[in-house]
């Protein structure tokens, strides 16, 4: 089974491209979802008392938790040393069921998969793109969304144009979705479809 990474920066469309592939039947894994999950479950406990008052009525508060951590490298390391491991936990027992179902391709949609070393763990990486003013639009336009906020976000980001060195396909949602769409295809016939180690050229399945 191909394992592919799925990443992009902030406002690049990176949930509606995870949707393309979900519609053409290939298993996708939100790690966001996952840490929501997580922040209702067994994520409470410890990030409450890494954080005191973070929890409401049994929930972690992502807003209140954000103010907490944004901005604080020390913080967020914190953070990410009890969330990371939880996360993968629910990965692993993703890609085990995606195996068990005769998956032939299966998707890591991992915001910061370059940051966090996650492209170590994939076959292949495939990066959502789009031009800068596209990306600026997108995001300002999203609700309690602030030019400061952007730029932090932006900070802990990978610049988009090393990504897209990095990896082995882009798919532009700059030039609307139903070309990128189109890319989605392309890349699960690639991966998944008949021939697909010779068409992956030199990307090799373990």
Known sequence: MWVLGL???????????????????????????SVHALYRGVAVAPVEAAFPGVARDGVID???????????????KR??????????????????????S???????????????????RVHAV??????????RERVLGREGMTEEKFETILAKQMPDAEKRRRAHFVIDTGRGF????????????ALAGPGRQEKAGALREI
Do not use: C, N, W, Y
């Open 7 to 33: 990443t992009g920066s902030i406002g690049m469309g990176k949930s509606a491209t995870a949707r393309m592939f979900r519609a053409l039947g290939v298993p996708v894994h939100d790690a966001d979802a």
């Open 62 to 76: 992502r807003a209140a938790l954000g103010a907490r951590v944004l901005g604080d490298a020390e913080a967020m």
């Open 79 to 100: 953070l990410e040393a009890i969330v990371h491991p939880l996360v993968r936990e629910a990965e692993t027992a993703f890609l085990a069921k995606a195996r068990e």
């Open 102 to 120: 005769g998956a032939r391709l299966a998707v890591l949609d991992i915001p910061l998969l370059f940051e966090t070393g996650g492209d170590r």
């Open 126 to 135: 495939a990066v959502v793109s789009a031009s800068k003013p596209v990306q």
């Open 178 to 189: 139903a070309a990128a769409e189109h890319q989605v295809a392309g890349i699960v016939r």
